[in-house]
């Protein structure tokens, strides 16, 4: 953690409760700046929405491949109140649009499984 060339995060906010999680945004955030000069990369897999991604990849149901990428347009530097800004609501907006459509791809395939 201390000289990351990579970082690979899965569910990393999954158990926290919304002021830890905050600080944990934070916290990845600080990491991030204090390594982008270098040769610095991150893949967060995650239900969750975070505050410093640069760009998301929604993935379709079955199967598994990208199906849409989202650039995170916002300035730098970030901090938490970018959570309420118009572009980070809109983004949301568009990735639970995306998210619901496969879900109820999943949820339709299912059905005719079961």
């Known amino acids: 953690m201390n000289d990351p060339k990579v970082l690979l995060l899965d ?4 158990a926290l409760d919304s002021l ?10 600080e990491i991030y ?4 000069s270098q040769s610095f990369s991150s893949l ?12 998301v ?3 379709t149901t ?15 530097p970030r901090d938490y109140s970018v959570l309420t800004s118009k572009r980070f ?4 907006e568009e990735t639970n649009d995306a998210v619901h459509e496969e879900a ?4 339709s395939a299912g059905e005719k499984e079961g």
């Open 44 to 55: 967060t897999i995650s239900k969750k929405r975070s505050f410093w991604d640069t760009k």
């Open 33 to 36: 700046y204090r390594n982008r």
């Open 89 to 92: 609501r809109q983004l949301i």
């Open 62 to 76: 079955r199967p598994c491949k990208p199906k849409k990428t989202l650039e995170v347009d916002i300035a730098h």
């Open 11 to 14: 569910e990393p906010y999954r």
């Open 20 to 29: 830890t999680k905050s600080v944990m945004h934070e916290a990845l955030l």
């Open 57 to 59: 990849v929604i993935m």
């Open 104 to 107: 109820l791809k999943a949820f």
